[in-house]
């Protein structure tokens, strides 16, 4: 009966060249026996099929849940995804991307009416101390049932014992015709525009007038200073369309570099770039290396001395600039930081993915697109909507979407425009009141995929079911205009702190695992705070305000020993650090206690903590981390942090609470007052410097100027060279840029002399 299932499934699936779903729920070891039979009834090859599951030992490719990224930007005929024992909603989104139009997803999972109340590896994740796994709740998988048994497209079969028998509650049918112009061999061919570079077999081989478009647009890498950025949902053909330029630029002479997370990610380009270089020379390819017959897949050789060469991300940034032109494919899947280092290439395009898991990935979006804007680069920009691998209403493609939020978007402009920060009201985001309106589950999520640099399937679970996390929002006419994900963390028992001041993980306690672990301090997890892990608010309405307010209404809910959160004594955050959300922070009360000593790899910023203390409890805790943060900088600037941005640097410093006390021996006076109004050297004196700097610009508005500001963190503090820093600041000579030192320190002179440097300081004046 499965088997018939399947075929039935897999025959109108090609037909129409969609996709569709099997379910089999119940008993695993039964699932698994049936989802044998159900790819044995596809006849496809077992190459072509994955299997995502926590055990081992199947016939087909394996890849466990945790590892399912393997798939991204592949095609398989068929992906067998088993639900069981950790069902983690990243592996479901990158499943569902990797099915090729015609093929099947086939899901093992418990029955589906007790599958809510089943909780797993993955549901312990999210019962973060203090709670308990049976705090966790099933609303992710309560909505993603119902979703399995109402989307069109699905197939649920009931997997009973021997004497009951399996039971189909739904075929899946649609009763579809092939959508017409969708099957591979029904479009015609583009032809290649009016001037175009590339060989006319390059826009022969694209499927749609969408990757022709594209094609267009990748001829200007033949161009230095030129980047290309292409965008399009899963299945638009995107990677086929890199593939078929970085192919004709090699046949044109020019060194392609490709990168992509993993090389079977970028399996596609290489296939199509192989194929236009076979096409144009008769199979006739150069050497590849060592590789006597040309075919080594990751090093495309042509006869005019061109190639297409593929290196990992971070091997990839380091020779970017050795290259004639770069692509980055899936790149909304990679780190910023390694982002930043293909801006060295001379040309260069970037692949990404805007909705489907890849796309959750939001690093190039909200971070890094708009340093691309600010290059040297003229940047063109292509979007892909004409799906390739299967049809325009493919039902699957809906499913996911819905089921996972992939298309999630915050209200639309229209609906928000023109709304005051007075005319909104604070709300409860109840997980049950999301569960139960779409709109508002979708508005809300939304906000946060659009804002945030880094927000994923698994990201829906937990607002929906972690135990630790709250949601807030300011709601205006309706709409979502902006939202808080606020985590309760500390409040922990003496064993769980010694336990993590030991160096055991404690999940889901960012702020009270860093001070504790990190920074060795032993109570730190004992005081209870509520960190704002995600804060957004709707883009036609920043600066406007709303954050700011919602901000002011979590702190009057949560705060006081009356508020709902009960003994709360302090709010935290912690977050990629900029100047402008530094500032932001600041004014919202909140004091720096510590600053990442390397790059988050999502966004590329260090991290900063910053705590607003609310109890007497809360406010020991800031106090003695804000003089060890203030103390590790006083060093730290020149090591560690010798590389940070100099405004991250006096934001990170003017947020912090710490005085920093002043006492220089009348040397050292002797030695700041001769360099800022005598003929005195800084180099006589630097810790003298240091500590006058760090003070002036922890307390900030002490007569200096912005370069002036930065002239103090890059010399003094962080040590670099004088040349180094004189181009930076835009002196005209080294020693202006010395002269500008001095005169900086004279308003500190006057700010934290002793009545001795005033002495010495009018010595100089009168002479």
Same mark, same amino acid.
Request: contains cysteine; glycine residues 10%; negative net charge.
């Given at each position: 009966?499965?088997?018939?299932?399947?075929?039935?499934?897999?025959?109108?699936?090609?037909?129409?060249?969609?996709?569709?779903?099997?379910?089999?729920?119940?008993?695993?070891?039964?699932?698994?026996?049936?989802?044998?039979?159900?790819?044995?009834?596809?006849?496809?090859?077992?190459?072509?099929?994955?299997?995502?599951?926590?055990?081992?030992?199947?016939?087909?490719?394996?890849?466990?849940?945790?590892?399912?990224?393997?798939?991204?930007?592949?095609?398989?005929?068929?992906?067998?995804?088993?639900?069981?024992?950790? $069902?983690?909603?990243?592996?479901?989104?990158?499943?569902?991307?990797?099915?090729?139009?015609?093929?099947?997803?086939?899901?093992?999972?418990?029955?589906?009416?007790?599958?809510?109340?089943?909780?797993?590896?993955?549901?312990?994740?999210?019962?973060?101390?203090?709670?308990?796994?049976?705090?966790?709740?099933?609303?992710?998988?309560?909505?993603?049932?119902?979703?399995?048994?109402?989307?069109?497209?699905?197939?649920?079969?009931?997997?009973?014992?021997?004497?009951?028998?399996?039971?189909?509650?739904?075929?899946?049918?649609?009763?579809?015709?092939?959508?017409?112009?969708?099957?591979?061999?029904?479009?015609?061919?583009?032809?290649?525009?009016?001037?175009?570079?590339?060989?006319?077999?390059?826009?022969?081989?694209?499927?749609?007038?969408?990757?022709?478009?594209?094609?267009?647009?990748?001829?200007?890498?033949?161009?230095?200073?030129?980047?290309?950025?292409?965008?399009?949902?899963?299945?638009?053909?995107?990677?086929?369309?890199?593939?078929?330029?970085?192919?004709?630029?090699?046949?044109?002479?020019?060194?392609?570099?490709?990168?992509?997370?993993?090389?079977?990610?970028?399996?596609?380009? $290489?296939?199509?770039?192989?194929?236009?270089?076979?096409?144009?020379?008769?199979?006739?390819?150069?050497?590849?290396?060592?590789?006597?017959?040309?075919?080594?897949?990751?090093?495309?050789?042509?006869?005019?001395?061109?190639?297409?060469?593929?290196?990992?991300?971070?091997?990839?940034?380091?020779?970017?600039?050795?290259?004639?032109?770069?692509?980055?494919?899936?790149?909304?899947?990679?780190?910023?930081?390694?982002?930043?280092?293909?801006?060295?290439?001379?040309?260069?395009?970037?692949?990404?993915?805007?909705?489907?898991?890849?796309?959750?990935?939001?690093?190039?979006?909200?971070?890094?697109?708009?340093?691309?804007?600010?290059?040297?680069?003229?940047?063109?920009?292509?979007?892909?909507?004409?799906?390739?691998?299967?049809?325009?209403?493919?039902?699957?493609?809906?499913?996911?979407?819905?089921?996972?939020?992939?298309?999630?978007?915050?209200?639309?402009?229209?609906?928000?425009?023109?709304?005051?920060?007075?005319?909104?009201?604070?709300?409860?985001?109840?997980?049950?009141?999301?569960?139960?309106?779409?709109?508002?589950?979708?508005?809300?999520?939304?906000?946060?995929?659009?804002?945030?640099?880094?927000?994923?399937?698994?990201?829906?679970?937990?607002?929906?079911?972690?135990?630790?996390?709250?949601?807030?929002?300011?709601?205006?006419?309706?709409?979502?205009?902006?939202?808080?994900?606020?985590?309760?963390?500390?409040?922990?028992?003496?064993?769980?702190?010694?336990?993590?001041?030991?160096?055991?993980?404690?999940?889901?306690?960012?702020?009270?695992?860093?001070?504790?672990?990190?920074?060795?301090?032993?109570?730190?997890?004992?005081?209870?705070?509520?960190?704002?892990?995600?804060?957004?608010?709707?883009?036609?309405?920043?600066?406007?305000?709303?954050?700011?307010?919602?901000?002011?209404?979590?702190?009057?809910?949560?705060?006081?020993?009356?508020?709902?959160?009960?003994?709360?004594?302090?709010?935290?955050?912690?977050?990629?650090?900029?100047?402008?959300?530094?500032?932001?922070?600041?004014?919202?009360?909140?004091?720096?206690?510590?600053?990442?000593?390397?790059?988050?790899?999502?966004?590329?910023?260090?991290?900063?903590?910053?705590?607003?203390?609310?109890?007497?409890?809360?406010?020991?805790?800031?106090?003695?981390?804000?003089?060890?943060?203030?103390?590790?900088?006083?060093?730290?600037?020149?090591?560690?942090?010798?590389?940070?941005?100099?405004?991250?640097?006096?934001?990170?410093?003017?947020?912090?609470?710490?005085?920093?006390?002043?006492?220089?021996?009348?040397?050292?006076?002797?030695?700041?007052?001769?360099?800022?109004?005598?003929?005195?050297?800084?180099?006589?004196?630097?810790?003298?410097?240091?500590?006058?700097?760090?003070?002036?610009?922890?307390?900030?508005?002490?007569?200096?100027?912005?370069?002036?500001?930065?002239?103090?963190?890059?010399?003094?503090?962080?040590?670099?060279?004088?040349?180094?820093?004189?181009?930076?600041?835009?002196?005209?000579?080294?020693?202006?840029?010395?002269?500008?030192?001095?005169?900086?320190?004279?308003?500190?002179?006057?700010?934290?002399?002793?009545? $001795?440097?005033?002495?010495?300081?009018?010595?100089?004046?009168?002479?």
């Amino acid at each position: 009966m499965i088997a018939g299932v399947a075929r039935d499934l897999r025959a109108e699936a090609e037909r129409a060249n969609e996709r569709r779903v099997l379910v089999l729920a119940g008993d695993r070891d039964r699932a698994l026996d049936a989802a044998y039979d159900a790819v044995e009834s596809l006849e496809v090859d077992d190459e072509t099929v994955t299997m995502v599951s926590t055990r081992e030992g199947f016939r087909f490719e394996e890849t466990r849940p945790r590892n399912a990224d393997e798939l991204l930007g592949r095609t398989r005929e068929a992906v067998v995804l088993d639900c069981h024992e950790r $069902f983690v909603p990243n592996a479901l989104g990158r499943a569902v991307g990797a099915v090729d139009g015609g093929g099947l997803l086939i899901l093992l999972t418990p029955a589906l009416d007790d599958w809510p109340a089943i909780r797993d590896r993955f549901d312990d994740s999210l019962a973060v101390p203090p709670y308990g796994i049976e705090d966790v709740t099933g609303r992710f998988r309560e909505r993603l049932v119902s979703t399995l048994r109402t989307h069109p497209g699905i197939a649920v079969v009931g997997l009973g014992d021997v004497a009951a028998g399996d039971v189909v509650e739904r075929d899946g049918l649609t009763g579809g015709q092939t959508d017409e112009g969708n099957e591979a061999g029904d479009r015609d061919a583009p032809s290649a525009p009016p001037g175009a570079t590339f060989p006319a077999a390059a826009y022969g081989a694209c499927l749609t007038a969408d990757q022709a478009r594209a094609l267009r647009a990748f001829e200007a890498l033949a161009e230095p200073g030129s980047a290309v950025v292409v965008e399009s949902d899963r299945g638009r053909g995107k990677s086929s369309a890199a593939g078929l330029a970085a192919g004709a630029l090699a046949l044109a002479g020019r060194d392609v570099l490709v990168t992509a997370p993993a090389f079977r990610n970028a399996a596609e380009v $290489f296939a199509r770039a192989r194929e236009l270089i076979e096409s144009e020379t008769d199979g006739n390819t150069a050497e590849a290396g060592d590789d006597s017959d040309g075919n080594d897949e990751r090093d495309l050789r042509t006869p005019a001395g061109g190639r297409v060469r593929f290196l990992p991300p971070a091997a990839a940034a380091e020779v970017a600039a050795e290259a004639d032109a770069v692509i980055v494919d899936e790149a909304a899947a990679l780190p910023v930081r390694l982002l930043e280092g293909f801006l060295d290439a001379p040309a260069v395009a970037f692949c990404t993915t805007v909705h489907g898991y890849e796309g959750a990935g939001r690093g190039f979006a909200v971070r890094f697109r708009e340093r691309l804007l600010d290059s040297r680069f003229s940047v063109r920009d292509v979007r892909l909507d004409e799906p390739i691998r299967y049809a325009r209403n493919d039902p699957v493609e809906a499913w996911a979407s819905r089921a996972l939020l992939l298309d999630a978007r915050p209200a639309v402009d229209a609906a928000v425009s023109g709304v005051t920060v007075d005319e909104a009201t604070y709300r409860t985001l109840d997980p049950d009141d999301l569960l139960a309106d779409e709109t508002l589950l979708g508005e809300a999520f939304g906000l946060l995929v659009a804002a945030h640099y880094r927000t994923e399937p698994n990201d829906l679970a937990r607002l929906l079911d972690a135990p630790n996390l709250v949601a807030r929002a300011l709601v205006a006419d309706g709409r979502v205009v902006a939202v808080a994900l606020l985590a309760l963390e500390g409040g922990l028992d003496a064993e769980t702190r010694r336990g993590m001041y030991e160096g055991e993980r404690v999940r889901g306690n960012m702020v009270p695992d860093v001070l504790t672990s990190q920074l060795r301090d032993e109570t730190a997890a004992e005081p209870r705070g509520l960190r704002t892990v995600r804060i957004a608010t709707h883009h036609a309405l920043r600066d406007a305000g709303f954050g700011s307010r919602l901000l002011d209404e979590v702190h009057a809910e949560f705060g006081g020993e009356r508020g709902a959160g009960g003994d709360l004594d302090y709010f935290s955050v912690g977050y990629g650090a900029t100047p402008r959300l530094l500032r932001f922070w600041r004014r919202a009360g909140y004091r720096t206690v510590h600053l990442s000593t390397s790059r988050n790899d999502a966004s590329g910023e260090y991290s900063a903590v910053m705590l607003r203390p609310e109890t007497e409890a809360g406010r020991k805790l800031l106090d003695r981390h804000a003089v060890a943060f203030r103390d590790r900088e006083r060093d730290g600037l020149s090591d560690a942090h010798r590389d940070v941005d100099p405004d991250v640097v006096r934001g990170a410093l003017r947020a912090c609470s710490a005085p920093v006390p002043v006492d220089l021996t009348e040397t050292e006076w002797r030695s700041v007052v001769g360099a800022s109004v005598g003929p005195g050297m800084y180099d006589t004196a630097p810790g003298a410097f240091r500590d006058l700097a760090l003070a002036a610009l922890i307390e900030g508005n002490v007569g200096l100027d912005d370069r002036e500001e930065r002239l103090l963190v890059r010399k003094v503090l962080q040590g670099r060279p004088w040349e180094e820093v004189a181009d930076e600041l835009d002196f005209v000579s080294t020693s202006a840029c010395m002269r500008a030192l001095g005169d900086a320190y004279v308003p500190l002179v006057e700010r934290y002399g002793t009545e $001795f440097a005033r002495k010495e300081r009018e010595r100089f004046i009168s002479e």
